[in-house]
């Protein structure tokens, strides 16, 4: 069984800071993909890594992959209200398992005015 | 663009009732999928669907069934609810590289 630690669970910090929040594993993932969910909805990808060492920019969120595939991390510049959400991190299998999706626990991130 | 249509949107059952949970889907995705999500423990899989046709175990299946009517629509069903079921379901649809989730279907068993 694949696992995937996410971290911290929880993060409150106030406009302007930066966070980082962390996926870590002991197994390989095909890709590794970062969603945002808000409350009442279902998540909502933000990006997809696949390469080791990937790094992706979507406006003020880094995303790297790391270069064994096995842990990535989301970085968030200049936190904004607007940012508040569920992150979750999830790691696809490849071979015959390709599809399935395991997912971190969660991190919840508030961002005060 | 629907994309994945769950209902119902929240469900109050009895311990011991039967209900079954819709999902549809308008992407032409082979694969399909059933999470239920804890707070603290992120989305685990329950069933999931990777053709029309078949259907496999996740990770927490004990205490539900699927049927995949089609390619459009893959269902859950509780049989025998339980308070161990309380949780917010969510159905997804799988593309290449990203899967779409519906809205999600809050289930409370007492």
């Known amino acids: 069984t694949q696992l995937l630690e996410q971290s911290p669970q929880f993060l409150s910090i106030q406009e302007g800071e930066n966070l980082t929040v962390y996926c870590n594993s002991s197994s390989v993932f095909s890709s590794l993909q970062w969603y945002r969910q808000e409350p009442g909805e279902g998540p909502v990808l933000l990006v997809t890594v ?10 003020r969120l880094t ?5 064994a595939r096995k842990d990535s991390s989301l970085h968030i510049t200049a936190a904004q209200p ?19 999706l395991t997912f971190g626990q969660g991190t919840i991130l508030t961002v005060h005015p | 663009n629907a994309g994945v249509t769950q209902t119902p949107k929240f469900q109050v059952l009895k311990t011991g009732q039967s209900m079954t949970l819709q999902c ?15 707070p603290g423990m992120g989305l685990r899989l329950i069933y999931y669907s990777a053709s029309e046709g078949t259907t496999d175990k996740g990770e927490v299946p004990n205490g539900y069934n699927v049927s995949r009517l089609n ?5 859950l069903r509780l049989e025998s609810a339980a308070p161990s079921q309380t949780s917010v379901y969510f159905c997804a649809s799988h593309g290449y590289t990203e899967a779409f989730f519906g809205q999600g279907t809050r289930l409370t068993v007492v």
């Open chain 1, 82 to 100: 607007g940012d508040t959400g569920l992150y979750l991190c999830a790691g696809a299998a490849g071979g015959t398992s390709y599809g399935k």
């Open chain 1, 63 to 67: 995303f790297q992959f790391g270069d």
């Open chain 2, 24 to 38: 549809a889907q308008d992407m032409n995705h082979n694969s399909m999928y059933w999470y239920r999500q804890d």
């Open chain 1, 50 to 59: 696949v390469t080791g060492g990937e790094v992706k920019k979507l406006k």
């Open chain 2, 71 to 75: 390619k459009r629509e893959f269902s």
